[in-house]
């Protein structure tokens, strides 16, 4: 998969492509220059023109200079360069021959660079800028030939009408360009990042379906071991009963064959659940069924307040039922474990523009900033060793996501942390117990 590009390397691309296209625009000044001044014969002040030309080299330079000693190529230090290229124009414009010199629509480049590289804002001012400049040009016109200052000729009366018409043209274009390239650009950055968004989703797919793969494959090889030391502990238990041997004896040989029998269905439900995850087909599920199912192991955690109004207890989702179940589950698990004694989880539904959201809140710790960012990796976590391993929030979003849903958290440390679930929703009449609100709010 293609790596991001950084926004250092942006700005580089950035600075290459703008001084590159400056000199190439000074060039092309240069030949005009000797072009119009010796073959066509008409006489331009050479000695503004060169100092021009030479000051937007001198700063052409002084751009590349800032970027090799490690400055960095800003949004406003972009948008200076074109409105100083844009003053330059106008300037070069005004001492050859303003709105009659044909390289006038140049203006429309500038305004189009403003679109690739700089935000909205900015785009506009540059057009609003570059209109002015043209305009201003038609306020004191510089004749490079004294016979074309006649206003008696009909000609010329004629083009200025027609070079006043050309005017309102560029400005024309120049909003048509900065309107249409511009929601372009949005269009073409939401697209980005939908396909970003896409491709994390197909990640997280992939690594689900592999940790389903690795779960299986555990409890395949464990299988045969743990079968050996259960029959090993029952042969165990029965010869210390023959042999007269003391209670706590066979209370050791039988704990034994207990938490072998634990471990074998504790890999069999991993398994099984990491493999419904990946292959469970949606179904109607009643609001009321899932809290109820996702909370009915969690009583001996602690105690979980619900604030679930009736309406919202017979809305329906359609969802993998046993996966959304322990999704739910793993995130109210998680605040319980955090919660302080005494204290309460609180679990707030609500339906918003046909979404069901739920908020499970806790009184924790919380979390700090770059937790918080790296809260939902895969195997990432702030337990002790053995109390988890990093997956309840990473396989909760995948299972959410992949249902049509999402799971974001919101924490401050030292103030607790919210997870909100959301998952699209309709009113249906699925439900017929919801649950119950307790006088006091508790489960």
């Keep these: 998969m293609r790596q991001p590009v950084s926004d250092r390397e942006v700005h580089r691309i950035q600075l290459q492509f703008l001084t590159a296209l ?18 066509i014969g008409i006489p331009l ?9 030479a000051f937007a080299a001198l700063t052409n330079l002084g751009l590349l200079l ?9 949004e406003q230090l972009l948008a200076a360069v074109l409105v100083l290229d844009v003053l330059l124009l106008t300037a070069v414009l005004y001492i050859t021959g303003g709105p009659f010199n044909p ?4 203006y429309l480049v500038h305004i189009a660079l403003a679109t690739v590289l ?36 009909p000609h010329v009366h004629h083009m200025k009408l027609h070079l006043y018409g050309m005017w309102v043209a560029c400005v024309v274009a120049a909003v048509f360009i900065v309107y249409f390239m511009t929601r372009i650009g949005n269009s073409l950055a939401q697209r980005d990042v939908e396909l970003r968004a896409a491709r994390e989703q197909v990640l997280r797919t992939e690594r689900l379906a592999s940790l389903a793969t690795l779960a299986a494959g555990a409890a395949h090889e464990l299988a045969t071991p743990l079968s050996t030391i259960a029959v090993v502990a029952t042969e165990l238990q029965a010869l210390l009963a023959e042999q007269g041997a003391d209670a706590e004896a066979l209370d050791d040989a039988r704990l034994v064959r207990t938490e072998v029998q634990r471990c074998r269905e504790i890999l069999a439900s991993m398994a099984a659940d990491l493999g419904q995850s990946t292959g469970e087909p949606p179904a109607p599920l009643a609001v009321n069924t899932l809290l109820a199912d996702a909370l009915a192991p969690l009583k001996r955690l602690g105690e979980v307040a619900l604030e679930v109004p009736p309406e919202v207890a017979q809305a329906v989702v359609r969802v993998p039922e046993r996966a959304t179940v322990q999704a739910l589950r793993g995130v109210v698990k998680n605040a319980l474990q955090v919660q302080p004694l005494g204290q309460p989880v609180v679990l707030r539904a609500a339906l918003v523009d046909q979404q069901l959201q739920l908020e499970v809140r806790d009184g924790g710790p919380g979390m700090a900033p770059h937790v918080l960012a790296r809260a939902g990796e895969p195997f990432f976590t702030t337990k ?22 999402a799971l974001r958290l919101r924490s401050t440390h030292g103030q607790g942390t919210t997870a909100v679930i959301s998952l699209p929703a309709t009113i249906g009449h699925i439900a017929q117990n919801p649950p119950a609100n307790h006088a006091d709010g508790r489960e």
């Design 22 to 39: 400056r000199w190439a625009a000074l060039a092309v000044q240069v030949v005009a220059i000797g072009v119009v001044d010796r073959w």
């Design 45 to 53: 002040p050479l000695l503004p023109l060169g100092g021009l030309t």
């Design 66 to 74: 800032h970027h090799r000693r490690g400055g960095v190529l800003t």
């Design 103 to 106: 390289f006038s629509f140049l």
């Design 118 to 153: 700089l935000g909205t804002r900015w785009t506009w001012a540059i057009a609003a800028l570059s209109s002015l400049c043209s305009a201003l040009l038609f306020i004191q016109l510089v004749w490079l030939n004294p016979d074309w200052q006649d206003d008696s000729n």
């Design 384 to 405: 002790e060793p053995g109390d988890g391993m990093g997956l309840g929030l990473y396989l909760a979003r995948a299972v959410l996501e992949s249902a049509g849903g």
